[in-house]
């Protein structure tokens, strides 16, 4: 018998702004709590709908769904994963700014390519691809 809380897939994605598909792959991933029908359709317990937020804020902060089901294993096991989740904060802060390095570092590229494209809007161009492409442009 349903229960009167349970929902199916579409009012679920309905409440979260989430799309069914995704919500099915979460589901197969793992990450959601569903109970099957005897029909085959899906229904979600209401606590399904901090499950999908929760899903969307550790995707958000940059952890995967992998990352994801192993913090939801913590705590079904009855434990706060809290400790585990501050370590990889850490880890995907450090990487965040690592990539924000090399991005800072490809501007500054980008910025010199145009500043000499600019400056040379007609360049002699016997370059394999083109000239404002080269490591070093010949002048």
Not at 111 to 138: F, N, T
Request: proline fraction near 5%; aromatic fraction near 6%; include cysteine.
């Amino acid at each position: 018998m349903t229960s009167v809380t349970d929902m199916p897939i579409g009012q679920l994605a309905a409440l979260t702004g989430e799309s069914v598909k995704a919500l099915r792959y979460w589901t197969d991933f793992g990450l959601l709590s569903v109970e099957r029908r005897s029909s085959g359709y899906r229904h979600y317990p209401p606590q399904a709908v901090e499950q999908v937020r929760f899903i969307r804020s550790a995707q958000t902060a940059g952890f995967s769904l992998d990352e994801i089901r192993r913090i939801l294993a913590v705590r079904q096991d009855g434990q706060k994963p809290c400790g585990q989740v501050k370590a990889e904060l850490n880890e995907h802060l450090n990487t965040v700014r690592a990539q924000i390095a090399q991005l800072h570092e490809l501007e500054q590229q980008l910025q010199a390519k145009v500043a000499w494209a600019e400056v040379h809007p007609d360049p002699a161009c016997d370059s394999v691809g083109c000239v404002y492409l080269d490591v070093r442009p010949k002048a």
